[in-house]
């Protein structure tokens, strides 16, 4: 059997796909999976054994699917849903079936705060479009494959070593991230080091965050690729998170997590998945919350309640508990 699972993006997204192709290979004898992705998001599953071959789109669908007719496929898992994965299933002509995105449900949330959300994560509504072959839900989580051996001791400065708190300071949307006195406050708080992770868009804020620090912040951001990035997320000693991408490569390594919320809600179903130490922080109560699917560059209402109201004590109470 060959099956091609499509998702185009993003790098959250993507993760959030490795329970299907782990039970795919797992369930389906000799099956064949390929990946259909974007060219620039490969990177995210390069080293997982469960893929077979990948296909990459980079500007021409056409072309892509000229490729994709010659494989004659099984099976088509649409994990993305959209119009670009609807034209790739018409043109291969193969069955398929599609996620359930439950875009209604978000819109009546988010226009009307009326609640008929499905309660399930996204990873869960993935592993559903396989039900027509017999695959079953495995229970377990996310998975993440290293592309290279890395050190921390080459990595971190000796003062943060061998134990220090990941602060994933991210967030593709402004309403998705703390302010960065909010950070720092929370930073003050915890026992030991710190290490700021998050990419290069995120340098800027996090040597000013540094500044506002009392104790040992490492600014991570920028200087490491994402693979070495998640390899520093691996080796925190706990994780304290916005809702972007290395939060769910902490929860592929069953990290222990508190993620913070903001505009959006973990409903929706992007909350860390299957892990056995997570806390989410949000305030509750918000008239205004929450106030888009995806995210804002601004907050609508000017104030940013959502974010500027977060207990710092309580954050870093939650990630300094042991069980």
């Given amino acids: 059997m060959k099956i091609l699972v499509i998702r185009f993006s993003s790098i959250g997204d993507i993760l959030m796909t490795t329970p299907v192709l782990r039970c795919l290979k797992s369930q389906l004898p000799d099956v064949e999976v390929h990946f259909l992705t974007k060219k620039k998001f490969h990177f995210v599953l390069q080293d997982n054994p469960h893929i077979d071959k990948f296909y990459l789109l980079e500007d021409s669908l056409g072309k892509v699917t000229d490729a994709l007719r010659k494989e004659k496929y099984d099976y088509i898992a649409d994990l993305h849903h959209n119009l670009r994965s609807l034209l790739v299933k018409i043109s291969l002509r193969r069955k398929s079936s599609a996620y359930y995105k439950a875009n209604i449900e978000k819109w009546l949330m988010v226009n009307f705060k009326i609640n008929r959300l499905p309660h399930t994560h996204t990873s869960e509504r993935f592993l559903k479009t396989l039900q027509p072959l017999g695959v079953q839900d495995d229970g377990k989580g996310l998975d993440y494959y290293f592309h290279g051996p890395y050190s921390l001791q080459e990595m971190l400065p000796a003062t943060h070593l061998p134990s220090y708190t990941g602060f994933i300071i991210g967030g593709s949307y402004f309403t998705r991230r703390m302010p960065n ?93 299957r892990v056995s130490d997570s806390s989410i922080v949000g305030i509750t109560g918000l008239p205004c919350r929450p106030c888009s699917k995806n995210g804002t560059r601004t907050c609508p209402q000017k104030h940013f309640k959502c974010m500027r109201t977060i207990d710092a004590a309580y954050v870093a109470e939650l990630a300094e508990q042991t069980k």
């Fill in 181 to 273: 006195e909010k950070i720092a406050a929370i930073i003050d708080r915890l026992n030991g080091p710190v290490v700021l992770l998050g990419g290069p868009e995120d340098r800027e804020r996090g040597q000013a965050i540094g500044q506002l620090t009392k104790g040992s912040t490492f600014n991570a951001c920028g200087l490491f690729s994402f693979d070495q990035s998640a390899f520093l997320v691996k080796n925190a000693r706990h994780i304290i998170t916005h809702d972007t991408s290395l939060m769910h490569v902490a929860a592929a390594f069953d990290k222990k997590i508190v993620s913070v919320w903001g505009h959006n809600l973990p409903e929706f179903g992007n909350y860390p998945f």
